[in-house]
């Protein structure tokens, strides 16, 4: 008579164990707690950074302005060079949107100006100046036509910064307070971003102008 065959089962093993939902709990809770402290840094950071980059490509609108009027010995920007003297033109801005808000009109809404290139606007986009010298007028000549008796070897050479001129760091225009350049005047001339909140806080004239508010401004001539 056949005895009856055993079969060895495996045993279980106990030295194996799983992670248990309170394990996966704690992880996330040590998890969320660094990234909240570290949060603050991270937004800092990120904001530091773009405040950088906006004030160094105000930097170099700054260089190519002083450049170009170097080359053509005047200091104001014209809008129909045929009629320079009365055709200052008031405001130069990069592409990017308008800022959305201002927290005074009555000292600051002209920083807000759209563009619209017409015989009659005194309101144009900088790259026209710097980089396509394509002045907005009634058959506005360009600059290097309008020539200058007092420096006839002078003109202009630019480009004098690289297209396209982008947006500042938050999608809004750089700016410039262009009219201003006047030799007659006494307000002084910046270079400005809207900043972070996107809200201008900065007047458009003043003799000692200071940035308002977390906007930024990079001199041009005081």
């Not at 990120?46 to 010995?73: E, G, H, K, P, Y």
């Amino acid at each position: 008579m056949l005895a009856k065959a055993t079969v060895q089962r495996p045993e279980p093993l106990t030295d194996e164990a799983g992670v248990t939902l309170l394990e996966v709990s704690l992880m996330l809770i040590v998890t969320a707690v660094i990234v909240f402290a570290l949060a603050p840094t991270l937004v800092a950071v990120v904001r530091n950074a773009r405040n950088t980059a906006a004030s160094d490509a105000m930097t170099d609108i700054q260089t190519a302005v002083l450049a170009f009027q170097d080359d053509m010995q005047v200091k104001i920007f014209t809008f129909d060079a045929s009629n320079n003297s009365s055709r200052i033109v008031y405001l130069l801005v990069t592409d990017g949107d308008i800022p959305r808000e201002v927290s005074d009109a009555a000292t600051m809404a002209t920083w807000q100006t759209a563009v619209v290139n017409s015989s009659t606007t005194r309101y144009d986009f900088l790259e026209r100046h710097l980089v396509l010298n394509d002045l907005v007028g009634a058959a506005a000549p360009a600059y290097n036509e309008l020539g200058n008796p007092e420096a006839p070897a002078r003109g202009w050479r630019g480009p004098y910064l690289n297209a396209p001129l982008d947006p500042d760091p938050w999608g809004n225009r750089y700016m410039i307070n262009s009219q201003w350049l006047d030799p007659n005047s006494t307000n002084d001339v910046v270079v400005l971003s809207a900043g972070q909140n996107e809200i201008i806080e900065t007047v458009f004239e003043a003799t000692s102008l200071s940035a308002g508010g977390d906007d930024l401004i990079v001199l041009l001539e005081s």
